[in-house]
């Protein structure tokens, strides 16, 4: 091979990779966001239409969604999105609460002036943020991607880049969820006050305190969204 179609070759690889990678993370948003339905199938025709790309780089997309778990391969069928269930819920709620308590906790001891200004101006950004689309019961992405923001740089101190990974991956998991029934979470509560007092506990180095309230804002969305998802779907 030439040194010409060497580098031609490279240049087919790495525009293959960058679509697929692109295939994969708008994908991923419209699953998480709520654009593609829980269950719903996923045609390779229609969305080379939607994305504006070819059928390879988004098959490639769909078999990395599926080692996620958010997408699932059917037998001969091609793809759909995954399902979700109240087991599966609850699975993911409580390794979050176990995973985020010891990461927490590792954040706070580990935490400097840094990582203080980092929570300080996520929870900024976040409360200026409205929960939900203006004019709408829909869920606010931007408001979405402040308020991951905001968790994960209550978290960004903690020494195991792995464990913050894996947290951040359960975010996203459990987000999915949670804007099933957006307007439902945004009611009846104080996220800003709640978002405000965890920030507040993490700067005065109070890890117990701190941990209690991450872990009674997370029980407190899960006791709406079991409500509110799942009363609806028996089993």
Not at 56 to 69: D, K, N, V, Y
Not at 117 to 136: C, F, K, M
Not at 163 to 169: A, E, K, M
Not at 191 to 216: F, G, P, Q, T
């Amino acid at each position: 091979m030439t040194a010409t179609s060497r580098s031609q070759a490279d240049d087919i690889e790495t525009n293959g990779s960058s679509l697929t990678l692109q295939a994969f993370a708008q994908l991923r948003d419209s699953i998480i966001f709520g654009e593609l339905a829980p269950a719903q199938r996923l045609k390779v025709e229609v969305l080379r239409e939607t994305l504006g790309m070819g059928a390879s780089p988004i098959r490639e997309a769909l078999s990395l969604l599926t080692s996620e778990g958010l997408v699932e391969r059917l037998d001969k069928r091609g793809f759909r999105v995954s399902d979700v269930s109240i087991e599966q819920y609850r699975d993911l709620h409580s390794s979050r609460c176990f995973l985020e308590s010891h990461v927490l906790a590792q954040s706070i001891q580990h935490g400097d002036a840094a990582w203080e200004d980092r929570i300080v101006l996520a929870s900024h950004r976040l409360n200026r943020i409205p929960r939900l689309a203006p004019g709408s019961k829909h869920p606010n992405s931007e408001w979405d991607r402040f308020h991951k923001a905001y968790h994960m740089a209550l978290l960004s101190a903690c020494p195991s880049a792995t464990l913050v990974q894996f947290c951040s991956n359960l975010h996203d998991h459990l987000n999915r969820y949670r804007n099933m029934a957006a307007a439902a979470v945004a009611e009846n509560r104080d996220s800003k006050e709640e978002h405000n007092r965890i920030a507040d506990a993490c700067i005065e180095r109070d890890v117990e305190l701190a941990v209690k309230l991450l872990i009674d804002h997370y029980e407190r969305t899960t006791g709406i969204l079991e409500g509110v998802l799942f009363a609806r779907r028996p089993g």
